[in-house]
């Protein structure tokens, strides 16, 4: 039996797949196995939080991408995990 993920966790986790480059939501859907209104909902949270910038040229293709702060709470994570790997 598989654990729910958190908020938090599916958060970091489209924070990742973007970091890696710029994404359409349905790219990111699939990447982070999640339902379409997960990613959306997902997205509006990160993006209002200032993490995620949608840098699309028109209104037909979002296209989002890591901003600085986004990479910031990527490292403390990261350096989190690190400190409280067992």
């Not at 970091?12 to 909902?41: F, Q």
Request: glycine fraction near 6%; aromatic fraction near 10%; charge should be positive.
């Amino acid at each position: 039996m598989s654990l729910r993920r958190s908020k938090f966790k599916i958060s970091l986790e489209v924070l990742e797949a973007i970091s890696h480059g710029e994404y359409r939501p349905t790219r990111l859907m699939y990447l982070c196995n999640l339902s379409w209104n997960s990613i959306k909902d997902t997205l509006a949270v990160l993006e209002s939080r200032g993490f995620v910038d949608d840098v699309s040229m028109d209104q037909k293709r979002k296209r989002f991408c890591v901003t600085s702060k986004g990479h910031e709470v990527i490292g403390y994570y990261s350096g989190l995990q690190e400190l409280l790997q067992v």
